[in-house]
Structures are given as structure tokens and as C-alpha cells.
């Protein structure tokens, strides 16, 4: 479950973000969607701020249980800027993936 609050009527919407989601950290994206690092989705996942739709994607399954922490945007991870870009998990198990392609850090 993911909470957005409005400062100006102190109102919480409360946005499922799946069945056995676990979310940790959440950020705000440069194109204003929030991301959120979800473990028991093992996930990604991203809030459209207008239509609050829900995209996840979902880590390799070689990566289960990667311990997710909070996503981070690097405009290097793809060669354009504001490109999401996460890594995932312990240093010795770390992968460091973009969106469409994976690679080991």
C-alpha cells in the first residue's frame, strides 16, 4: 500500500500496489510518478501520478529475495537523462538493472 498525502485537506489516498507488497522506499521520479523498491513483490513499482495506475517489474528470478533498499535515477544507466536505474540486494549478490536489460555490477 502506498499513502499520498494532501497537504491541503490533511487527506491520505491510500494506492494498493499488490497482493503481498511489501514497499521500502519511495521516490519521486523526474517525470513525477512515484517508484517504490517493494520486497515482497520482489519489484519495482511505479504510481502514475495522474491516473494512479500501478506498473510493476519484477527483478530476475535468479535475484529473489535481493533485499531491495531505495531506487536511485542515474543518467548514465541508459545514456539518457533521468533513466531509472536501481540496484538490488547485498554487495556480493548486487545487480545493478535497467529497465528492458539486466547486467551484473
Known amino acids: ?10 487527506q491520505v489516498e491510500r494506492i494498493p500496489l499488490g497482493q ?8 519521486i521520479g523526474p517525470e513525477g510518478a512515484a517508484w517504490v523498491t517493494d ?13 494512479r495506475e500501478v506498473k510493476s517489474w519484477k527483478l530476475p528470478k ?4 535481493a533485499n531491495l533498499n531505495t531506487l536511485a535515477f542515474d ?15 547485498s554487495i556480493r549478490r ?6 528492458g536489460t539486466r547486467r551484473r555490477a
Open 62 to 65: 535468479d535475484r529473489a529475495n
Open 39 to 51: 520486497g515482497g513483490l520482489n519489484a519495482i513499482v511505479r504510481v502514475d501520478p495522474a491516473t
Open 75 to 89: 543518467a548514465t544507466a541508459s545514456g539518457s537523462p533521468g533513466s531509472p536505474a536501481f540496484m538490488a540486494g
Open 1 to 10: 500500500m502506498l499513502g499520498r498525502f494532501d497537504p491541503n485537506t490533511g
Open 94 to 99: 548486487a545487480a545493478k538493472c535497467r529497465f
Open 20 to 27: 503481498g507488497s511489501a514497499p521500502h522506499g519511495v521516490i
